[in-house]
T-cell receptor, first 112, second 114 residues
């Protein structure tokens, strides 16, 4: 029962262009959605979040969009930089459950 | 401020053995969660502890257990190891444990079962 899904295992983008990572979910009870970034041999680091009552949150080069009717969120990175190459995990949080539900991850590669 | 510390970083065990992993959260953080990361499965929630009490548990067999001490340090134990238990085990700590606040992850313990 995969409640959070990232259907693209990998994505390759040219440096300077926009990277768009997608995530779908099935549980309408999620309160927050988050993106984490993970480099090899390191733990995930928090990138950006969005409350379920909003449809957009922006932080520098990173913007997360939430479409509740479609149960879909996306992370936009503009412009993409080589240091953005990592695995990105989409996650969702239910306040009452006190746990994060993660997607399978998307490996982003930024090509020079 | 020290981050989340997990020990050991790497571990090799044989089938049937048991293993104990340790997690020291960020000072002042009272909630500790454990996750298992395997290729293609993302991070799977194991359990969450707050003030020495397990508040939530994921869909893992009873061979997986954990505990939290009064100083918020946490351990997880896996008994009767199976090859499929090979994974990266990640620990995350949060400050308040109520509502969502940023979860900080440790570097993980890479467990290999042979």
């Amino acid at each position: 029962d995969q409640q959070v899904k990232q259907n693209s295992p990998s994505l390759s983008v040219q440096e300077g262009r926009i990277s768009i990572l997608n995530c779908d979910y099935t549980n309408s009870m999620f309160d927050y959605f988050l993106w984490y970034k993970k480099y090899p041999a390191e733990g995930p680091t928090f990138l950006i979040s969005i409350s379920s009552i909003k449809d957009k949150n922006e932080d520098g080069r990173f913007t997360v969009f939430l479409n509740k009717s479609a149960k879909h969120l996306s992370l936009h990175i503009v412009p993409s930089q080589p240091g953005d190459s990592a695995v990105y995990f989409c996650a969702a949080f239910i306040q009452g459950a006190q746990k994060l539900v993660f997607g399978q991850g998307t490996r982003l590669t930024i090509n020079p | 401020k020290a981050g989340v510390t997990q020990t050991p970083r790497y571990l090799i065990k044989t089938r049937g053995q048991q293993v104990t992993l340790s997690c020291s959260p960020i000072s002042g953080h009272r909630s500790v969660s454990w996750y298992q990361q395997t290729p293609g499965q993302g991070l799977q929630f194991l359990f969450e502890y707050f003030s020495e009490t397990q508040r939530n548990k994921g869909n893992f067999p009873g061979r997986f257990s954990g505990r939290q001490f009064s100083n918020s340090r946490s351990e997880m134990n896996v008994s009767t190891l199976e090859l499929g238990d090979s994974a990266l085990y990640l620990c995350a700590s949060t400050l308040l444990g109520q509502g969502w606040t940023e979860a900080f992850f440790g570097q993980g313990t890479r467990l290999t079962v042979v």
